[in-house]
C-alpha cells in the first residue's frame, strides 16, 4: 500500500499561517475524509499534501520520497489531485478531458498510445460516462460532469486519489451518486482516497478514516465511531447533539440541536 504523510507541517498564505506544526499520516488502501467547520484548514492541508501548496516548514512524504523532490510527471503517476470547481476547457469533449490523465504516461518518444486509448475508455466506462464521451463537458449537468473529472484523475492510474469537496454544490441525489463511485473505485480498485468533505455524515457513511480539523489542528483522527463523539462535535463545530447509529449503515450519525449560543428551543421530537 502506498504511504503518505505530513511531518510537522506548517501551511500558509502570504503572512497568514493556517496549518501550524502538524503531523498527519494517511492509512493506504482506505478512503480518509479530512472534516471541519468552514476556515478549519482541511482544504489548506489537503493542498499541502497534494503539493498543491509548498509548506513553510515541514516535509511531506510519499513512499520515503520528499515529494517536493520527485519529478512532476513521477509524482503525477503516483498521486492526482481534483481541486475544487474544475473548469475545462470551453468545448473539450468528456474524452478529450479524460484523456488528459494520460499526460503524465506520454514523452517525446512516446505519444498517445493503445494503452492509454484503452486505459481513458475503462475511465469513462467506470465511471459511466462513456455516453457522453462525445459531448462538450460543460454541455453536463454537475454530478455528470464531476463524474468526468473523476474519469480523468482515474486515467491517471494513480494509487492516491486526493479530492477536494467533490460534492459541493451537487445535489443529494449527485452527492451519493459520486460518494458510491469513489467507494467503488477504492473497494474494487485498491484506491487510496483522501477527501474534503462538509457532510460529517456523508464522512461517517463513506470513510475508514476520519480526520478533524479545528483552527488549523489536528482535534480528533480515527475510525469514524471513535472520532464522532458528542464532546468533539461540540468543541469542533460547535453545536449540540445527540449520535444515533445510522439505520442502514450502523456509523455514526449526527443529529444537530442547536448551535452554541442558540436561543431557539431544543426539539422534543428527537
Known sequence: MPSLSGQRLTLAYDNATIITDLNLQIPGGKITALVGPNGCGKSTLLRGISRLLKPRTGTVV???????????KELAKRLGILPQGPVAPEGLTVHELVAQGRYPHQSWFQQWSEEDERITLE???ITRVSEF???PVDTLSGGQ????W??????????IILLDE???FLDLAYQIDVLDLLHDLNRE??????????DLNHACRYADFLVAVCEGRIAAQGDPASVVQEPLIREVFGIDCIIIPDPITGTPLVVPARSKGSTAPLSTTL
Open 166 to 168: 467533490p460534492t459541493t
Open 189 to 198: 480498485r485498491g484506491k487510496t482516497i483522501v477527501m474534503v468533505l462538509h
Open 145 to 148: 460532469r464531476q463524474r468526468a
Open 123 to 125: 475511465a469513462l466506462r
Open 62 to 72: 510519499l513512499d520515503n520520497h520528499d515529494i517536493w523532490q520527485l519529478p512532476t
Open 150 to 159: 473523476i474519469a480523468m484523475t482515474l486515467a491517471q492510474d494513480s494509487e
Open 133 to 135: 464521451a462525445d459531448r
